[in-house]
């Protein structure tokens, strides 16, 4: 079974903070992909990344940016967390190609 | 950018029932797929349809695509509680790897 995991659950964090989300797949696939969800505004698309070292802005890059050092892991990095983004952060992979794609359990963050 | 449209935005049903929840597209694609959510938790794969086909089965699901019109269903039969969720279409776009999704439509299904 794909296995796509993020490293924490729930994260509290202070205003200004530096935040470091982790997102790790075990199925080699090419793509990763950040996403914020929002009550009623369904899953918007942060960052992706097509291959290491490589990466696309999504609909709502503005306060984040990723890494991709292995293939494996994909980091979203809020530089200097705000209020606003307080919301639920899920990540997920997928192989090249029109598939399925895989996600993890979802990061919910609050800024405080 | 969001590109499915999901309705409705909420439905009850008693269990026993079925469920049917559209979704609609603006731009061609390659194929749809569908998604469940668990309160708190990610995503789910449920079904993928491509462009050349018209309807498809997994279990109690039957999910259909008219291209034309741009919109699909998809058709819960004999809900149980368990399929109390919220569930997204996502559209696979032809000229990149980019799934859009919709803002989802929430099932409740009562005992």
């Known amino acids: 079974d794909v296995k796509v995991t993020q490293s924490s659950r729930y994260l509290v964090k202070r205003t200004g903070e530096k935040v470091f989300l982790e997102c790790v797949q075990d199925?080699?696939?090419?793509?990763m992909f950040w996403y914020r969800q929002d009550p009623g505004l369904g899953l918007r698309l942060i960052y992706f990344s097509y291959d290491v070292k490589m990466k696309e802005k999504g609909d709502i890059p503005e306060g984040y940016s990723v890494s991709r050092e292995k293939k494996e892991r994909f980091s979203l990095i809020l530089e200097s967390a705000s209020t606003n983004q307080t919301s639920m952060y899920l990540c997920?992979?997928?192989?090249?190609?029109?598939?399925?794609?895989?996600f993890g359990p979802g990061t919910r963050l609050t800024v405080l | 950018s969001q590109q499915g449209e999901e309705d409705p935005q909420a439905l009850s049903i008693q269990e026993g029932e079925n469920a049917t929840m559209n979704c609609s597209y603006k731009t061609s694609i390659n194929n749809l797929q569908w998604y469940r959510q668990n309160s708190g938790r990610g995503l789910v794969h449920l079904i993928l349809?491509?462009?050349?086909?018209r309807e498809k089965h997994s279990g109690r699901l039957r999910v259909t695509l008219d291209t034309s019109k741009k919109s699909s269903s998809l058709l819960i039969t004999a809900s149980r509680a368990a399929d109390t969720a919220s569930y997204f279409c996502a559209t696979d776009a032809n000229d990149d790897y980019k799934l859009s999704f919709g803002a989802g439509t929430t099932v409740t299904v009562r005992a």
């Open positions: 997920a992979s997928r192989p090249g190609g029109y598939n399925e794609q895989f």
């Open positions: 199925m080699d696939h090419e793509n």
């Open positions: 349809i491509r462009s050349n086909e």
